[in-house]
C-alpha cells in the first residue's frame, strides 16, 4: 500500500525557516499530483499547497511569497520550503496524494509532522 512519510516538523522561532520532506514508497510517485495540508486545533484542514506530476504548483493565499512545494521524482520525495513563518503557521502539516482538480481530492494521507511557530 501507499505510505507518506514526512519529517522535518518542529519548533522554530517567528522568521525563522523550515524544510519538510515527504518520503512516498509502495506506488509510482511519479504520475500523482502531491499536496501538502495543515490542520491547527481547532481549525479545519486547510490545503497549503500542492504540485503537479508536471511541476505546477498552486499555494494558499496565506503561505504565498513564503513556502515553495517542490518534487524530487528520483528520490520518491515531496518537500514544503517554509520561510518567514509566522505564528499562525502553527499546525500539523500533513503530506497528501492528490486525484483531484486543485488537490481538492485526496487518496492517501501520512501521519503528520508537527510545526509549532513561537518565541
Known amino acids: 500500500q501507499v505510505q507518506l512519510v514526512e519529517s522535518g516538523g518542529g519548533l522554530v522561532q517567528p522568521g525563522g525557516s523550515l524544510r519538510l520532506s515527504c518520503a512516498a514508497s509502495?506506488?509510482?510517485?511519479?504520475?500523482?499530483?502531491m499536496g501538502w495540508y495543515r490542520q491547527a486545533p481547532g481549525k479545519q484542514r486547510e490545503l497549503v499547497a500542492a504540485?503537479?506530476?508536471?511541476?505546477?504548483?498552486n499555494y494558499a493565499d496565506s503561505v504565498k511569497g513564503r513556502f515553495t512545494i517542490s518534487r524530487d521524482n528520483a528520490k520518491n520525495t515531496v518537500y514544503l520550503q517554509m520561510d518567514s513563518l509566522k505564528s499562525e503557521d502553527t499546525a500539523v502539516y500533513y503530506c497528501t496524494r492528490c486525484s483531484g482538480y486543485g488537490c481538492s481530492v485526496v487518496d492517501h494521507w501520512g501521519q503528520g509532522t508537527q510545526v509549532t511557530v513561537s518565541s
Open positions: 504540485i503537479a506530476r508536471g511541476g505546477t504548483t
Open positions: 509502495g506506488s509510482i510517485f511519479s504520475i500523482y499530483a
